[in-house]
């Protein structure tokens, strides 16, 4: 038997006391679960819109609170509503926003947009890049001209898209072209020539080096970097923002499944938290929704641990809650997310996730309710939840919350009441320092 001695040294001031701590390698103890220790995304400084989620243009759909931060008008003369953000709130109130364009035998160089992206657009050298926009049009044979430049506004990658389509019905149109060279702060132009009314929505870019090559997916590299740590488990969405800085602006995983162009904006919690850091252009647009996130889970070999809100807002906030009789439509999201990760493509929601491109389930095993939140107020809902969702699907693990601490007062009170509640996990949050 051989054992391994691993000598540890004080370096405090005040003594230079010696300890060894003696390992026997070939005397394994406990077994662990490979499930024990996993990884917690949450869309905090651009985690997702700007980061794991490979969109390049900011605001594609003009729903941000300023319809057109992000993007720049180019004109060579000035003409009254040339450029206008139409809203169809009561047409589509999930993605309202739409921009019209004036053109009169407008030639390029005379009206167009300039995207600049998350802080930048990362461009590389001889990668294809992939262009696409929902439109409508009076008059067929418009074109967009579309250009990557860098920071001296020199073209570094272009190509031109012919819309044919016409009528009062939205179309896609698609191209692709590659980079010439690579720069860090690139930006993405548009240029409008033809003429009559032309409404543009959903104008997006994409690398052509996603994650398995999927259409509008994730970022390749930050993807493999998440794989080769092999966690047993991912934690998404959050975090803070799965409770809002009030409900109105809580995560509502229903907003963020089936066609793009239909999952609703909403600000992003992070976005005026911190005083001393305000990121007004952090919106939420739900590229990453929970179907990309199972998807993710299970191309990397982790189980998914979705959290979702407990019918409570961020406690250090607002600390909103729902009357427990109208707790019913949170609940009912909780049951519906484990049909739609498990269920047959006979239900409902099981057919969402068919037609979204899985037919076979996700395999959820594990649930989070609530994220940190505490009190006999959280301890209240979460009893409605797991009498629920035991009822329905008992071989569904619950995660409970531990509040914010690890020790005191309010830990001592949730970690009673939830295990006399036989909720299967405790969730507890440290935030101290190493010492």
């Not at 498990?342 to 239900?347: C, E, M, R, W």
Request: hydrophobic content about 40%; proline content about 5%; glycine content about 10%.
């Amino acid at each position: 038997m051989k054992a391994l001695a691993i000598l540890l040294i004080s370096l405090s001031l005040q003594t230079h006391a010696q300890h060894t701590l003696s390992v026997n390698a070939a005397n394994p103890g406990a077994s662990i679960s490979p499930v024990m220790w996993g990884v917690f995304f949450e869309d905090i400084n651009f985690g997702a819109d700007g980061g794991v989620y490979a969109e390049m243009v900011k605001n594609r759909s003009f729903e941000f609170f300023k319809p057109l931060m992000g993007w720049t008008v180019n004109r060579k003369k000035v003409a009254e509503g040339d450029v206008l953000v139409i809203n169809r709130q009561q047409e589509n109130s999930r993605n309202p926003r739409f921009i019209r364009v004036a053109l009169n035998h407008t030639v390029k160089g005379d009206l167009g947009l300039t995207n600049e992206g998350f802080r930048g657009m990362g461009i590389k050298q001889n990668l294809r890049y992939d262009f696409s926009v929902r439109y409508r049009q009076t008059q067929p044979g418009n074109r967009i001209h579309i250009e990557l430049t860098d920071s001296n506004k020199i073209v570094i990658g272009d190509t031109v898209l012919t819309l044919t389509g016409t009528g009062d019905s939205w179309h896609k149109a698609n191209t692709s072209f590659y980079a010439k060279s690579t720069h860090p702060k690139g930006r993405l132009n548009i240029w409008f020539e033809g003429n009559g009314q032309l409404d543009l929505d959903m104008i997006s870019l994409f690398p052509g080096d996603t994650w398995k090559n999927r259409p509008g997916g994730m970022r390749a590299d930050m993807v493999q970097l998440l794989a080769d740590m092999k966690p047993g488990f991912i934690r998404f969405p959050g975090g803070c923002i799965v409770e809002g800085f009030d409900l109105s602006q809580r995560y509502q995983w229903k907003n963020t499944v089936g066609p793009i162009e239909e999952r609703q904006l909403i600000i992003n919690r992070w976005n005026a938290n911190f005083a001393h850091r305000p990121a007004p252009d952090y919106f939420q647009t739900f590229g990453l929704g929970f179907f990309e996130y199972f998807q993710l889970a299970e191309d990397i070999g982790a189980e998914p641990l979705p959290i979702l809100n407990c019918g409570m807002a961020c406690q250090f906030n607002s600390a909103e809650v729902v009357p427990l009789p109208d707790l019913d439509p949170y609940v009912q999201d909780a049951l519906d997310l484990i049909e739609f990760a498990n269920g047959s493509a006979t239900t409902r929601w099981g057919k969402v996730r068919a037609d979204m491109g899985h037919a076979a389930p996700f395999n959820l095993k594990v649930l989070g309710i609530g994220n940190e939140n505490w009190g006999p107020q959280y301890v209240e809902r979460l009893k409605v939840f797991q009498q629920a969702i035991k009822a329905k699907y008992p071989s569904v693990k619950i995660v409970g919350s531990a509040g914010t601490d690890p020790d005191g007062e309010r830990f001592d009170y949730l970690n009673g009441e939830l295990r006399a509640m036989k909720t299967d996990f405790i969730d507890e949050h440290y935030y101290r320092s190493p010492e």
